[in-house]
């Protein structure tokens, strides 16, 4: 039983650490409550830059709406350094296009098809299954030898 009063005693002064942290105040070790002390925590204004407060104490923080800046010199130089000439014989565009132009495809449906290449040998092995039982075991060399012909790959 003093084993549950000392558990207790561990679980307030817990308590008091954690309020003494949310409050961000170094916890008080002599005094078990220090909330009588504590002064209130300043929050930041808000800054209101595409909401228009409807409260008149609140328009003071509505900033106001940007201006865009002018880029006409930019655009100037930007269109003068693209009048000059750019040898295309230089650039050689096979190197410019992937090799592989589906590999990313390739990539992204690979999963799928794996999927679906389990359950097309599972339907394929039912069916055969299947006719087997139906009495076609006579037929057996047939469909064994229609299952195992590799399709020619191109």
């Known amino acids: 039983m003093e084993n549950v009063g000392s558990l207790e005693e561990q679980a307030l002064k817990r ?12 916890s008080d070790e ?5 909330t009588s002390n504590a002064e209130a925590v300043v929050l930041p204004k808000p800054k209101f830059r595409s909401y228009r407060p409807q409260d008149e104490t609140l328009q003071e923080a509505k900033l ?10 930019e655009v100037k ?5 693209g009048k000059e000439k750019v040898v295309l014989q230089d650039l050689d565009i096979s190197s410019l296009a992937p090799r592989k132009p ?3 495809l390739k990539r992204d449906v690979a999963k799928k098809l794996e999927k679906l290449e389990r359950r097309t ?6 069916l055969i299954w299947e006719r087997l039982k139906d009495g076609a075991e006579d037929n057996l ?13 191109e």
């Open 15 to 26: 308590k008091e650490r954690l309020k003494n942290l949310k409050r961000k105040h170094p």
């Open 30 to 34: 002599n005094s078990s409550t220090n």
């Open 64 to 73: 106001d709406d940007a201006q865009p800046a002018v880029v006409d010199n």
């Open 77 to 81: 130089d930007l269109l003068e350094a």
């Open 102 to 104: 589906d590999w990313d």
């Open 121 to 126: 040998q599972k339907a394929i092995a039912e």
């Open 141 to 153: 060399g047939a469909l064994v030898t229609m299952t195992n012909k590799v399709p020619d790959e």
